[in-house]
């Protein structure tokens, strides 16, 4: 079982990043032990949000700030649990989610769509 976690730098004390397909890092975290490591793919402009590069790594849950309406369905297709963690460090993040204080959603949290690239 492994979390992957959306951040804005590459460790564990990094900030969770608010959007999942515009981060800028990924860690995929042992949720146990800790034991992490870090990958750097932009997301946003693959065709399933990295969904089939991050299925070798046994992953169950992903936890970002929020998750877009496509974002959403590429995870759910993909099966994994979405978890919202807002303004905390990653560390923080896989603890809360590992022990049960934050719950999985079940819809995206961002309703409107962005038409802005980069």
Partial sequence: MRYLVAAKGPDLNAEIHSRFGHADYFLIVDPDTLQ?????????????????FFQPYQI?????????????????????????????????????????????????TVKHKHDHHH
């Fill in 60 to 108: 169950t849950h992903i936890l970002a700030g929020n998750f877009g309406n496509h974002a959403f369905d590429d995870i759910q297709k993909a099966g994994y649990k979405a978890f919202v963690c807002r303004q905390m460090s990653v560390r923080q993040a896989v603890e809360s989610v590992r022990e049960g204080q934050i719950t999985e959603i079940t819809e995206p």
């Fill in 36 to 52: 992490f490591e870090t990958v750097q793919i932009e997301a946003e402009h693959t065709s399933d949000h990295g969904m089939s």
